[in-house]
């Protein structure tokens, strides 16, 4: 018995498909993750500014993510950090500060912006042309170690917000998903805002793995750990939950690639499943749906700059279209059954594998880290259930 059955039923958010991968406009077969903009166009603008998430639509983004605090009044703000020094140049932290004072305030990145307001992008989202747009909340914990009361304050302020500015003709709940860091943010979610759907942000795959009985909840996970056997692993069995996975945060191109790849191969969009580095093999559903792909592997890519990311999408569709890039793609299909045939020691495997360990390792020691710091807890560690 898990520790979640163990616990009283509490009401729980909603599926949200219109988060998951989108059928490309030039072949049906293939899934493609969306773009999701961190922090908005951070590339080319301050990050979680109006600018930033402008300009991220305006390049084709399917989505942004941005990051919440919460004002000494209770006006709850985008910022990825609790310190203004970074952004603003001020050695103060958010929760110690007033809306008011935090309003006179302007990046130091030029364009020079002000911080904006959960309520500013709420509206934003209203706007003639956005009704498509959706938006990951990367929920903070503002103080450590976590607390149920930091994470009801913060929680009831964002309701507080949603609830003052109409969501139009979709709801709220269908265009924002929230991304949340532990059990005690998620039990505080599903009973202030229990029809929101969300996702578990980490970069540790045994602490996400706990999560997996908790209903429609899916998994924001740190590119670095999806690599390897135990990423393929983690994929595979998130796919097979029906639960959306979102890769954090996607720079290089070749990452980019290697996300669009994981659901070439999973779908069986390719000739071969051997293209695959980690071993995740493409299957196809047996339950007369008309011969359904199998369950994607990721939906979303968050990244700092979309317009790249969509320019490898249409760039590997190219390669994909093209005779020469099919004769490419099987030369990739026959280097990868070669390098599965020689021995794990050899070649260029040996930094494949290194990498592939290290990783785990090092995301490991962070995730310790902020478990003994108090950040990260179980359902088995939350028991009270008062009402807020």
């Known amino acids: 018995m898990t520790p979640w059955r163990r616990l009283p039923k509490v009401q729980v958010g909603t599926a949200a498909p219109w988060v998951t991968a989108i059928t490309s406009s030039r072949n049906p077969a293939r899934l493609l993750p969306q ?60 929760r110690d500060c007033t809306w008011e004072y935090l309003s006179g305030l302007e990046t130091l990145r030029e ?9 500013d992008l709420l509206r934003w989202m209203g706007d003639k042309g956005k009704e498509d747009i959706w938006v990951l909340l990367d929920v903070k914990v503002p103080a450590l170690p976590s607390t149920e009361r930091d994470a009801k304050e913060l929680l009831v302020a964002v309701k507080r917000t949603l609830d003052a500015v109409p969501g139009g003709a979709k709801l709220w709940e269908e265009r924002i998903i929230l991304g949340l860091w532990n059990a005690t943010f998620i039990r505080a979610a599903r009973q202030i805002l229990p029809s ?55 720079n290089e191109e070749r990452w980019m690639e290697w996300c669009i790849r994981k659901n070439a191969d999973a779908t069986g969009s390719n000739s071969s499943s051997s293209s695959d580095p980690d071993g995740v093999e493409g299957k196809e559903e047996d339950d007369g749906r008309s ?78 880290y902020g478990w003994w710091k108090g950040k990260f807890d179980y359902f088995k560690d939350v028991t009270r259930l008062e009402r807020w």
């Open 111 to 119: 364009p020079r912006e002000g911080m904006p307001r959960l309520l």
């Open 196 to 250: 929101y759907p969300a996702v578990l942000i980490t970069w540790h795959l045994p602490y996400a793995g706990h999560f997996f009985d908790i209903p429609n909840l899916g998994f924001n996970i740190a590119r670095p750990a999806l690599t390897g056997w135990c990423g393929s692993r983690f994929l595979r069995r998130a796919r097979d939950a029906d639960r959306p996975v979102f890769a954090w945060t996607v």
């Open 291 to 368: 011969n359904l792909p199998k369950r994607i592997l990721i939906d979303g890519v968050i990244t700092d700059d979309p317009k790249l990311f969509l320019e490898v999408c249409e760039r590997w569709e190219d390669e994909q279209d093209s005779e020469q890039g099919k004769e490419k793609e099987k030369e990739k299909e026959m280097e990868m059954v070669t390098a599965k045939r020689s021995s794990p020691g050899l070649g260029s495997s040996v930094g494949s594998m290194a990498y592939n360990l290290a990783a785990p390792a090092v995301m490991r020691l962070f995730f310790l």
């Open 35 to 94: 773009a999701i903009a961190h922090r908005g166009y951070k590339a080319l603008f301050p990050e979680n500014s109006m600018s930033a998430f402008e300009g991220a639509v305006s390049v084709g983004a399917h989505a942004v993510e941005t990051d919440l605090h919460m004002s000494s009044d209770g006006v709850v703000v985008l910022s990825h950090d609790p310190s203004l020094k970074r952004c603003f140049g001020v050695d103060k932290k958010i």
